[in-house]
């Protein structure tokens, strides 16, 4: 019932910049965590961004370079990504927590992914 798509993902040269967004669609009464995770190869899944519990978190490695966004009217949340370092390469992951009915529970959904690749 509900699809997150990204788009936004490429290959960049260190210190340049990329912006990712991430729509959800669907049957959607309400969005209570909306952000970003990432996967580089050989390595877990770790959160980048995203809006939770109230507040905005952000991993420590990417802090002053990576800004996330929303557009609540729209079900949007965006990633610009400034200053991008080689260790920035990794597939990018919506992920959501949303409630498709008043009442009902809440269940978690993920993008297929996008891939972000920073190199000379």
């Known amino acids: 019932q509900v699809r997150l798509v990204e788009s936004g993902g490429g290959s960049v040269q260190p210190g340049g910049s990329l912006r990712l967004s991430c729509a959800a669609s669907?049957?959607?009464?309400?969005?209570?965590?909306m952000g970003w995770y990432r996967q580089a190869p050989g390595k877990q899944r770790e959160l980048v961004a995203i809006f939770s519990g109230g507040s905005t978190n952000y991993a420590d490695s990417v802090k002053g370079r990576f800004t996330i966004s929303r557009d609540n009217a729209k079900n949007t949340v965006n990633l610009q990504m400034n200053s991008l370092k080689p260790e920035d390469t990794a597939v990018y992951y919506c992920?959501?927590?949303?409630?498709?009915?008043?009442?009902?529970?809440?269940?978690?959904?993920w993008g297929q992914g996008t891939q972000v690749t920073v190199s000379s």
């Open positions: 992920h959501a927590i949303i409630q498709v009915a008043s009442g009902g529970n809440m269940g978690a959904y």
């Open positions: 669907g049957s959607i009464f309400s969005i209570d965590a």
